[in-house]
């Protein structure tokens, strides 16, 4: 189910420092029937290296994608912060590749094929790849095709195949989910053309360190990636990072752009200015992910004490998303439904569910104003703008929401 690697995933050093044990948790996504709650197990082991050659931060452990994606619980958002990031990166990867109707677009991790779907509007021809079948098959039935596997050198010489070569290749938020990232850049190869673009977006570790967003560590993050990082991994193959952007989405990432070396793209002058930011944060020294360790450690001792505060006033306290960033939270924090009644989610995969490791039930999203808690803990703060803005008949009744990341703490009325 688990081995430990000893390598990084992107240079191959050796050279792997310890900076962050958060000792074993369940799986983030393992939502459970209240049966499988019962008898349910998993308890694995979640610490985090450092390379000290390249600056990857990554697992130490890694689990058998089998186990976590082939039913999967994670749906993209429909929320009208997701849904304006995504035209945004649309329209700038089209112009970017001087791409338009008639160009394939393949999308690797496709999920529900929300992103495919905006291509596919624009008269792109597009294709998914998506291992979770309960989640292609919700792609299938919107019209969004989608093949059922991973994506890996042999599937992509498949596609090649079957499919022809692709003009844009993306891929949101599963890079850092991916073990063998070389035989990665061999699919990416083997079925892209001299001038396609390939874009990943990705979490960045400049705000992962930053903002200290330790909650993002679960067993399916494997890697925690900086720019010199990808630079790292990119030597010595046929391609190269040629450009940056960086977007607020998730707490902050980063879309990077490979490109063939044979291509005709210019490099854009944002990959040198983000190694030199990296560089002069220190991200490739453990001393310097000390001191991150020592804020998360801050997090887990505040967190518990604000809601054991909240418990005693005689306050009625419940979590906002069951996001996977949320288990995480809640099971290196001791947070059980001891402490919160219930998770509020709109996602019908996690409804009527149990919260891994927690063992808090999951309920729908108008709970809220029919119950009226006293306070709403935003496990899913990288939506908390949107969120205090669309519930604000809560808050006028008096509830109020606890954000638990970079600091604990209760968010007055009209921040």
């Not at 990857?56 to 994606?69: G, K, S």
């Not at 453990?286 to 997090?299: C, G, M, Q, S």
Request: net charge neutral.
């Amino acid at each position: 189910m688990i081995h430990e690697r000893k390598q990084c995933r992107t240079c191959g050093s050796s050279h792997l420092h310890l900076i962050l044990d958060l000792g074993s948790t369940a799986l983030a996504n393992d939502f459970l029937t209240p049966e499988e709650a019962v008898t349910y197990k998993i308890n694995l082991p979640l610490r985090l290296v450092l390379c000290t050659d390249c600056s990857l931060v990554q697992l130490a452990d890694t689990v058998d994608p089998r186990i976590l994606y082939s039913h999967y619980a994670y749906v993209t958002s429909t929320s009208q912060t997701m849904d304006t990031h995504l035209n945004r990166m649309m329209t700038h990867l089209l112009a970017s590749a001087r791409l338009g109707a008639g160009s394939k677009v393949l999308e690797i991790a496709s999920n529900t094929g929300v992103f495919l779907k905006k291509f596919k509007e624009q008269g792109c021809e597009v294709l998914g790849v998506e291992p979770a079948e309960n989640i292609a098959d919700v792609a299938l039935a919107t019209a969004i095709p989608t093949r059922k596997e991973f994506f890996n050198a042999a599937t992509a010489r498949k596609l090649k195949n079957e499919w022809g070569r692709a003009d844009l290749i993306l891929g949101r938020h599963v890079f850092a989910h991916i073990d063998d990232l070389q035989d990665l850049l061999a699919g990416l190869v083997e079925i892209a053309h001299e001038e396609t673009l390939i874009a990943f977006e990705v979490p960045y570790a400049v705000d992962f360190f930053e903002h200290t967003e330790y909650d993002t560590i679960y067993h399916e993050h494997l890697s925690y990636i900086s720019v010199s990082s990808i630079e790292a991994l990119v030597k010595n193959t046929a391609l190269t990072l040629t450009r940056i952007d960086h977007y607020p989405i998730h707490g902050g990432a980063i879309l990077f752009h490979l490109r063939h070396r044979s291509s005709k793209a210019v490099p854009h002058p944002s990959v040198a200015q983000a190694i030199e930011k990296e560089a002069q944060l220190g991200l490739g020294l453990p001393k310097t992910w000390e001191l991150f360790a020592r804020r998360v450690d801050h997090i887990r001792t505040e967190l518990p004490a604000l809601l054991g505060r909240l418990k005693k006033e005689g306050r009625r306290v419940v979590g906002y998303g069951a996001s996977a960033k949320g288990n995480t939270l809640l099971n290196t924090c001791g947070i059980t439904s001891r402490e919160l009644d219930y998770i509020i989610d709109n996602t019908p995969f996690k409804q009527g569910k149990i919260a891994p490791g927690s063992r808090i039930p999951v309920k729908p999203p108008e709970f809220l104003l029919r119950d009226q808690p006293d306070h709403a803990l935003l496990l899913a703060w990288n939506f908390a703008q949107e969120i205090v803005r669309r519930e604000q008949e809560y808050q006028k009744r008096g509830g109020r929401f606890i954000i638990p990341i970079p600091q604990p703490k209760i968010l007055p009325f009209g921040s």
